[in-house]
């Protein structure tokens, strides 16, 4: 897995943890909880690892329990956690995000949906939503307000100040969130866009607002800084968004600066109607990458560091991110990077590689533990 640069930034080799909602904050502030568990895939090797979505403004949050810049209060938290990634050798990434119609959600854990009166956790009532159009997400989601065009630019504006607050932070890599059925993937779907003004209808006036986010930030975002665009590739539903709107979403996307487009899918249309298996949207980045000319990262299902190098060596991608996997196992980059190095410990931390190295000569010496007894010594009397 070797290193890529983009623009003035060079990760240490292509694997990406992807960024994963923990909805564990109270108030958008982030402390011990994300230093640890941000921290660890740093010290596991990553080459870049991208913060959860982060709530461009309080009402856009998808629970009470997201993490925010919609204030300065925010920034020190996250700078924490920039620092230490930094320190680490990672690349520190933050998706930011508008969870639009499907904001004021539950955490998953008390049975995701919307929060309701009824079931609010004390102190965590329902808000308002808003959406391109007065159509909710599903069924069972609460009908959001129709934004109008101010609210759109207070939305924007709201995008470009968390991306001034990511800078701040030290953060290298801004991801913005137009996937997953959140704000800006509600104005690409014709499943919950249904404007009759300029920014609904055909598929040029359906991207005309989230391609108004990417530009206004890039406005902001150091000419040296990448900045990526996570999109569903297709909705969940084949009457949803193709995989022909995704290509010519990326091409604008492309021409406006974007430096990668990670290539998630579903979140609107109810369930999934696609294939489902090791790499299911592996094909989805390839097509991105090929048709669109702009560097794609691939998600979903991988979980073998020969897979993640298929990915690259075949063109597919040029990264690979991986969420779940690397929850169970933080220290995947550096099981892959042994994988595909015959062993070698070189890419771990100093403080735990050599002596990983001395302990395996040792265990080459005295051969595998072969169970059950707990106490196995080397007979030094033959
Ligand atoms: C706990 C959890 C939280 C997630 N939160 C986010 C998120 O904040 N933003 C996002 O774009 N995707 C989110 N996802 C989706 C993942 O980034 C990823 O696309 C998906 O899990 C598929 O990759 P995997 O098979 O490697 O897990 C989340 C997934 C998980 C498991």
Known sequence: MSPLTLRGLTLRNRLVVAPMCQYSVTGGVIGDYHLVHLGRFALGGFGLVLVEATGVTERGRISHADVGLWTDEQIPGLARVADFLHAEGAAAGIQLSHAGAKASSRRPWDGGGPVTSENARPGEDPWPTVGPSATPVGPGWPTPSELSVDGMTEVREAFVAAARRALTAGFDVVELHAAHGYLLHQFLSPLTNRRTDGYGGTRENRMRFPLEVVEAVRAVWPAGSPLFVRVSSVDGSRDGLTLEDTVAFARELAARGVDAVHTSGGGLGNGWDHPIGYGYQVPFAARVRAEAGVPTVAVGLIVDPHQAEAIVAGGSA?????????????????????????????????????????????????????????????????
């Open 318 to 382: 040029d990264l690979v991110a991986i969420a779940r996997e690397a929850q169970d196992d933080p220290n995947f980059a550096l099981h892959a990077a042994r994988a595909l190095t015959k062993g070698a410990y070189d890419d771990y931390p100093v403080q735990a590689g050599p002596r990983l190295a001395t302990r395996d000569q040792l265990l080459d010496r005295i051969g595998p533990w072969t169970g059950p007894d707990p106490v196995q010594v080397e007979d030094r009397s033959a």
